[in-house]
Structure formats: C-alpha cells, structure tokens
C-alpha cells in the first residue's frame, strides 16, 4: 500500500504552491517593516509581527489546500502584512511615537477590504474560505485598535469588548449550535461595522481629547451591543419555532 495516497499526493503540490506565496507575502513585510523604523524600532516589534503573521500563514495552509491563492486571496494576503505590522507596532508602545503612521497603516488594510472583494468578483473567484479570510481580518484587525485604544488612552478593560465580542460569540456558539446558524442580510450590521471602525480610527487620533475618545469608544461598544442583541434574539426565535 502507498505510503501516500493519490489526493494527499495531489494536494501536497498544491499546498507548497500557496505556501510560497506566503513566503513572499513575509518578504514583503520584511520590506515593508524596514521602511517603518519607528513602528518596528526592535526586536520585540519584529517577533509580534511575524508571531501574526505566521499564525495566519498557518491558518491558510490548514484552510486552503487548493493551490495558488488567487489575486483576492493574494490581497488579502497583502493586508494580513499591514495587520501585522499594526500588530507589531502594539511591542513597547512603538506606535505611540508614531501614531499617525500607525494609523495610516490600519486605514490602508482597512480600505484594502473592498478591493480583493471588488477583484473576487470581477474574476469570479470568491470563496468561502476567501470571504471567511476577509472577515476574519477585520475583526483581528479592530481587536488591534482596542488594544492601541487601551493603551493610548487608558479607558479600561472593557474597551477590549468592542474587539472581542466576535469571539465571544462565537465561542458561545460551541455551546449553543443556534448561534452558529447563518444569518439575513442586514444594512444595521454593515452600519454598526463601519461606524465601529470610524469610532476607533476617530478615537486613536492625537487630535482627540481623553473624553472624546471615551464618548466614541461607548457609541461602538454601545451599537455593537445593540446589533449582536438583535442577530442573537432572532436566532433564539428562529431555533424555537424550528422545534
């Protein structure tokens, strides 16, 4: 008998394929990084961004045994490297010194989210995995903003909700299947996404009071409260009247 057999012989091939681009994709934050020495001004920089990006890396690899990545998976690919130059800045406070640079980075990663979306659909490649790889970037993504939030402002623990509600509720999904069912279409989700994002972006700015900040970080967690209460309530009825 084979030591292999024919589909893992066959997707191996394709998963060193998608593993080289991945490569390339930790070049280019190498390159990238280089030309941001206040963001990644140590060692410590450095080791918390590949830390991300190589936990990423391993989730494509794991997901993602189809071969080369495509122009909007290789996007989103590019933004994960902006992600984790963000994460990397968190090390010693590095994005402190430069907080605008900071900024810019998190906003380039975050305008990036339309586009490989804008290409999936013109070459009609999306995925799935492509739109799970997406969304799974920008909560990671505004995770990292409360965490920057919290640290430049000191607000509290409880900043740390807006970012982490997602995997709460998503861990309460393994408890409760009916969380886990798929939801409607919602423009109030889309809405409470973005304003959730521009509170944050908003909050972070040097030209932001303490009490400010503190009034945009509220609105966001405040809405997203609101919008989780609401998707969680009609997946409740929803797996009752299935009963």
Known sequence: MPLFSNATSYALPKRLYSATE???????????????????????????????????????????PYGSLGWANRVTLGRSVLVALVA???????????IWQWLAIAVIALLLDGV????ARRTKSHSLFGARFDMELDALLI?????????????????????GMRY?????????????????????RKAVCVWQVVALLLALTPLTSHLI???????????????????????????KRSE
């Open 22 to 64: 991945l490569v390339l994709g930790g070049l280019l934050l190498f390159a990238v990084g280089k030309c941001l020495p206040l963001l990644m001004a140590g060692p410590a920089n450095w080791w918390l961004a590949y830390g991300f990006y190589i936990f990423i890396s391993a989730m494509v690899i794991l997901f993602w």
């Open 88 to 98: 990397g800045a968190l090390a010693a406070n590095a994005f402190v010194e430069a």
């Open 116 to 119: 490989d979306g804008w290409i």
């Open 143 to 163: 995770l990292l903003l409360c965490a920057g939030l919290l640290r430049l402002e000191s607000l509290g623990l409880w900043v740390l909700m807006i970012g």
């Open 213 to 239: 900040a503190s009034l945009l970080a509220i609105s966001a967690l405040i809405s997203l409260m609101y919008s989780f209460g609401f998707d969680v309530w009609w997946l409740y009825r929803k797996s």
């Open 168 to 188: 709460l509720f998503v861990a309460a999904s393994w408890q409760f299947a009916w969380l886990s069912k798929p939801l409607f279409e919602s423009f109030r």
